[in-house]
């Protein structure tokens, strides 16, 4: 998000933002769902994928968030294994 703010123009896009902002905030509730062994952590976890997903596909329609693209997908991936 910070690279966003720096670069600005699209890459502040609400739309664009705030998916960044909830793939964060998912992200930290499914680790927080696991964590304390919560027996709803699967869900949060497929939600968790669906929504890295969904940011990936944002950040490769802008320029230089390549690595932004890689961590989300890579976090999908992950999410989508422990989403049992």
């Known amino acids: ?3 966003c703010l720096k670069v600005g123009g ?3 896009e609400e739309t664009h933002f705030r998916l960044m902002l909830n793939c964060a905030e998912i992200c930290q509730t499914s ?3 696991m964590i304390s062994g919560s027996s709803f952590h699967a869900l949060s ?3 968790c994928a669906d929504v890295c997903e969904a940011c ?3 950040c490769e329609r802008l320029e230089g968030m390549e690595e ?3 961590a989300c997908r890579s976090c ?3 999410c989508r294994k422990m989403a049992f």
């Open 1 to 3: 998000m910070t690279h």
């Open 10 to 12: 699209p890459h502040v």
């Open 31 to 33: 680790a927080n769902f």
């Open 45 to 47: 976890c497929a939600v």
């Open 56 to 58: 990936a596909d944002s």
């Open 68 to 70: 932004c693209v890689k």
């Open 76 to 78: 999908a991936e992950f």
